[in-house]
């Protein structure tokens, strides 16, 4: 026998495992224990470490890239709320002068922030899981082999969490412009043109 394969049982070192294994063929065969060449090894723990280790920085590097992503969309959902309080001042000074709450006024900022991030949330999804489902079709129907790499697929459990941290996002942005809108004086609101 020339060549055999092990691999060790999770937790243990593959360094640990060859040097067992190479004392107990050194005193199966009666090889002097300073002879270091008569058993060669080949342990690729190292290289798979450095693997793994490649996949965790872009696992990283693409949450880092999500994180940045969602707190550019709260920033702009958030712009776009002040914009819509400051155009609706008026609506939402008659609103208080008809007895709205603030607590009314801060549900129905938030609520529109909600919709407005939700729904372009859910857009983003559909295009997102069509391009990878356009690509997926491609590679099947043409027979592509990617080697380490399955067909793309979209993890639903991903897809429902990213989702409801858009949703809590969106309602994060609407915060600020909603306790503004809140604080509107009526009468003043009325008297703006």
Sequence with gaps: MN???MTPKPGI???VVEEKVKALLMKRHKVAPTDLKAFGSANVEKEFQDVQGLFAGIAGFSWLVSIGTIIAGIIGVGNIMLIVVKERTKE???RKALGATPLSIVSLIIQESIVITGFAGYIGLLAGTGLIATIEGFMVDNNVQAGFFGPPEVNPTVAVTATIVLVVAGALAGL????KA???NPVVALQEE
Excluded: Y
């Design 3 to 5: 060549f055999f394969a």
């Design 13 to 15: 070192p593959a360094a």
């Design 92 to 94: 939402i000074g008659i």
């Design 176 to 179: 600020i412009p909603a306790t």
């Design 182 to 184: 809140a604080r509107v």
